[in-house]
Nanobody
Framework: QVQLVESGGGLVQSGGSLRLSCAAS????????VGWFRQAPGKDREFVGV??????????VYSDSVKDRFAISRDNAKNVVYLQMDSLKPEDTGIYYC???????????????????WGQGTQVTVSS
């Protein structure tokens, strides 16, 4: 069973950058699909992107709203997955969560309810 801890959130001006980290313990993160989700106040949780587990080709999928601005990477040696966020906009504000699962299929990568393990979240605030 894996435990996840996010860090790296904060306050940034529009157009700025942040890098979030999702540190795993208890198991090797390379064996998990790791997704990033966010939730803005008063809104539903939104899929941001996912990096696939070892053995599935390491494919990375992004939502259309962040594609070309955000990048997910993983450092298996450090057991960490990163979310690099560039060209941030006020609408990117929210609590960002990482989540992991070992049994996702391609059609369920964007479905938060399919992920078994979640971190506590980190707040990202983008000022205009």
């Amino acid at each position: 069973q894996v435990q996840l801890v996010e860090s790296g959130g904060g306050l940034v001006q529009s157009g700025g950058s942040l890098r979030l980290s999702c540190a795993a313990s208890g198991d090797s993160i390379r064996n998990y699909d790791v997704g990033w989700f966010r939730q803005a106040p008063g809104k539903d949780r939104e899929f941001v992107g996912v990096v696939r587990r070892a053995g599935t080709g390491g494919r990375i999928v992004y939502s259309d709203s962040v594609k070309d601005r955000f990048a997910i990477s993983r450092d298996n040696a450090k057991n960490v997955v990163y979310l690099q966020m560039d060209s941030l906009k006020p609408e990117d504000t929210g609590i960002y969560y990482c989540a992991a699962d070992q049994r996702l299929i391609l059609s369920s990568l964007g479905m938060g309810e399919q992920y078994d393990y979640w971190g506590q979240g980190t707040q990202v605030t983008v000022s205009s």
